[in-house]
Structures are given as structure tokens and as C-alpha cells.
């Protein structure tokens, strides 16, 4: 196989797997999948953690996406 072709796989991949993520954390049934909705909201994240307060968002978001991960408590 290719390098681009493994290259590629690995991109869809990672790509599959951030989408099975919004979707597990049900921001696609709370939006009624509003791709314009979802899009501001990542970027509003973007922007927290852009800001003065970036290292918080960090902090208190891990947090809750390594609890929900252990937990099993996944809206999805």
C-alpha cells in the first residue's frame, strides 16, 4: 500500500471516530442536527479556549470527558 493511502486511512479514521464522538455526546439530537448549530458552537469553543480563560476550559472539559469515558455515561 501507498504512503498517501495509508495516509488517507488514517485521516478518515480519525475523522470517523470525532464524528462518532458529537454524536455520543448527543449534541446532534439536541441541535436536531443543525450542522450550522454545531459548527457556531465548536466555534465558540474555540474561541473560550483562545481566551483568558483557555486553560480553565481545558482543565474543567477533560475532566468531564475522562469522567464520561470511565463512567460509560455517554449521552449515546
Excluded: P
Excluded at 459548527?39 to 474543567?60: N, V
Aim: glycine content about 10%; charged content about 30%.
Amino acid at each position: 500500500m501507498r504512503t498517501w493511502q495509508i495516509e488517507r486511512r488514517r485521516r478518515t479514521r480519525h475523522l470517523i471516530e470525532l464524528g462518532g464522538l458529537v454524536v455520543k455526546s448527543g449534541v446532534v439530537e439536541l441541535t436536531g442536527d443543525d450542522r450550522a448549530m454545531i459548527y457556531g458552537a465548536f466555534l465558540w469553543m474555540a474561541e473560550k479556549l483562545d481566551s483568558q480563560d483557555g486553560e480553565r476550559a481545558r482543565a474543567l472539559w477533560s475532566a468531564k470527558g475522562k469522567n464520561a469515558f470511565e463512567d460509560g455515561s455517554l449521552c449515546s
